[in-house]
C-alpha cells in the first residue's frame, strides 16, 4: 500500500507542475494584454482570478506565491486568489517574495503590500467598502502593509490602515487601525497584544 501511495503522489506531482505550466503561460498572456505588470519568477498553483479596471495599476514583483488550488495549502483554501482593482485610479503593488494562498485583494484607491509579505489561507485585503452607490458607503482609503508582515488564517485587511513591518496578525483578526511595526496583534477589532524585537 506504501509503495502504490508513493507512486500515486508522484503522477499527481507530475500532473500538477504540467497544469501549473499551462496555467502559467496563459496567465502570462492574459496579464500582457491587460497591462497587468508581472515580475520574474512567480509561481502559480491553480487558477489566480485578475480583474483590472481601466486606467488603473496593477504591478507584482519578482518571486512571488499564488495558492489557488486547495490542495496547494495544507490548511484549506476555500477559493482562488483573486487579485482586483475597481476605479480607473486604483493603484494595486505587490512588493517581491510575498506569499498567498486563496488571497482576495480588492483595490478601489490604493493598496500597497511591500516585500516579504506573507497572506495565510482565505485572507481579505481591501480599501473600500464595495457597493459603491449606497449612501452609507464611505470613500476608500489607502492600505499600507509594511516589509515582513505576516497575515494570518482568514485575517481580513480594511480601509486606511497601515501594518508595520515585522508584525504579525492573528488568525481571523480584522484589522481597522493601524497596527505599528514588531508586534503581535489579534481580534476584531484587531489589537496589540505584545511587542517583540525587531
Known amino acids: 500500500m506504501e509503495i502504490i501511495n508513493k507512486i500515486l503522489n508522484k503522477v499527481d ?11 502559467k503561460f496563459w496567465l502570462l498572456f492574459f496579464c500582457y494584454l491587460k497591462k497587468i505588470k ?11 482570478k485578475f480583474y483590472k479596471s481601466p486606467k488603473s495599476i496593477i504591478k507584482i514583483g519578482d518571486d512571488c506565491r499564488f495558492r489557488s488550488r486547495s490542495t496547494s495549502n495544507l ?3 476555500n477559493h482562488k486568489c483573486i487579485v482586483s482593482t475597481h476605479t480607473k485610479n486604483a493603484q494595486l503593488t505587490i512588493g517581491n517574495n510575498c506569499g498567498f494562498s486563496g488571497t ?8 500597497t503590500i511591500k516585500d516579504n509579505v506573507k497572506c495565510g489561507a482565505n485572507t481579505l485585503i481591501t480599501d473600500g467598502d464595495w457597493h459603491m452607490n449606497d449612501t452609507r458607503v464611505g470613500p476608500a482609503k489607502p492600505i ?9 488564517y482568514g485575517a481580513i485587511v480594511l480601509k486606511g490602515v497601515t501594518i508595520g513591518k515585522n508584525s504579525v496578525i492573528g488568525a481571523g483578526s480584522v484589522v481597522t487601525s493601524n497596527i505599528p511595526p514588531n508586534c503581535i496583534a489579534a481580534g476584531n477589532p484587531c489589537k496589540v497584544i505584545k511587542q517583540q524585537n525587531e
Open 13 to 23: 506531482q507530475h500532473f500538477y507542475k504540467i497544469l501549473d505550466g499551462s496555467i
Open 38 to 48: 508581472i515580475g520574474k519568477n512567480n509561481l502559480f498553483f491553480g487558477h489566480i
Open 75 to 77: 490548511i484549506g483554501i
Open 104 to 111: 482576495s485583494i480588492g483595490c478601489f484607491s490604493s493598496i
Open 144 to 152: 499600507v502593509i509594511e516589509e515582513n508582515v505576516w497575515l494570518g
